[in-house]
């Protein structure tokens, strides 16, 4: 009998240990040479988010499947901007090649990070890098945006400012200042599931409330951009492992983006549909557009992948409407594939671009 006690004060024990929330720190988030790839999902597909707790179960494992993408840190010294930003604990990461605002033309967009300990234990947003006319422009975080703290657990409560500014200089002909507050709670501990898998994590939720204004020439506006992420975080994968993130207006919050960790399919090698399941295209090869004719009344999600798995472009169609088309004008020549969803099954497709 004695034994028999003692077995199930052990188990008890066990049980005890185990059920207990994780406590993250700056080693769990991204750093020089992380590339972490995500998978958007459809928002309609997630259902409720805002339950939590201690010691909570969240079951997301029947996100539907959207696009993916992938997210690529370097060493700040490995960027176009090495001369801007310096330390080993210093990260950028590129957000896009190109951006078209208004005449100009900017290129070579990156976000920065840091991992400091001094004056705060956190991971920062420390500024940003941009390119016009071959010239590179630098912009800083006069008061650092704190986006975590550390060490990261169960109950912690934070909130801090940040105010971040473009410079003035003749090279960018207009300026983009941010103040605000960022306010960030751990309000659940447990485990999460996904199409990815189930991992113990942290629930968090942040909120930025910020004003921001436009300067060009002798105008000015200002606008509230409040902006609230459910973040789902582990000790394992650098990046949320579920984050629903959306615009918050009032008291109302309105998720526009459903994003998790998850491996890259390669496309280069998936099973091309030869049997026109949902659409016909032409031409193929092509050079300007590719017209797209739908094989049966459905809404579709047309997208353009490189063989990297990458998202290059797409868009919603409706096979009512006729007449419609994909501009590949902007393409290398190459060979790239095309994703058709429907609700939750997916058609391949590969075509040239000459």
């Not at 991971?123 to 912009?139: H, L």
């Not at 997208?303 to 990297?308: K, N, P």
């Amino acid at each position: 009998m004695r034994k028999i006690y003692l077995l199930a004060f052990t188990c008890l024990l066990t049980a005890v240990s185990v059920a207990q929330p994780i406590t993250l720190t700056s080693a769990n988030f991204p750093g020089g040479g992380d590339t972490l790839r995500y998978t958007n999902a459809q928002v309609s597909s997630v259902g409720n988010y805002t339950q939590t707790g201690a010691n909570f179960t969240w079951n997301y494992s029947t996100l539907v499947y959207n696009s993916q993408g992938r997210r690529d840190f370097k060493q700040a010294f490995q960027t176009p901007y090495a001369f801007f930003f310096f330390g080993l604990n210093e990260y950028g990461e590129k957000i896009a090649d190109t951006i078209p605002a208004g005449p100009l033309t900017i290129t070579n967009y990156y976000n920065f990070y840091k991992k400091q300990t001094s004056p705060i234990n956190a991971y920062i947003a420390d500024g940003i890098g941009m390119t016009f006319s071959s010239v590179p422009v630098p912009s800083y975080f006069s008061d650092k945006d704190e986006l975590y703290t550390f060490p990261l657990t169960y109950g912690d409560y934070d909130s801090t400012t940040f105010k971040f500014s473009t410079p003035t200089t003749s090279a960018l002909p207009f300026r983009y200042i941010k103040t605000g507050s960022r306010v960030t709670k751990v309000d659940g501990w447990g485990t999460v599931s996904t199409p990815y898998g189930t991992a113990p994590c942290l629930r968090l939720i942040t909120t930025q409330y910020s004003q921001d204004t436009i300067k060009y020439q002798a105008f000015a506006f200002g606008f509230p951009n409040n902006q609230r992420s459910y973040q789902w975080l582990v000790a394992s994968e650098k990046i949320p492992y579920l984050e629903i993130s959306g615009a918050l207006t009032g008291n109302n919050f309105n998720p526009n983006q459903v994003r998790y960790r998850d491996n890259f399919q390669n496309p280069a090698s998936v099973n091309e549909n030869t049997d026109i399941s949902a659409m016909e295209m032409y031409p193929n090869p092509g050079k300007d557009k590719l017209w797209l004719n739908f094989t049966r009344k459905a809404e579709f999600l047309v997208e353009i992948l490189g063989l990297d798995g990458k998202l290059i472009k797409g868009g919603n169609f409706d096979s009512a409407n006729i007449g419609q088309s994909l501009d590949i004008s902007d393409l290398s020549p190459s060979l790239y594939i095309i994703k058709v969803s429907e609700k939750q099954k997916a058609y391949y497709y590969k075509f040239i671009k000459e």
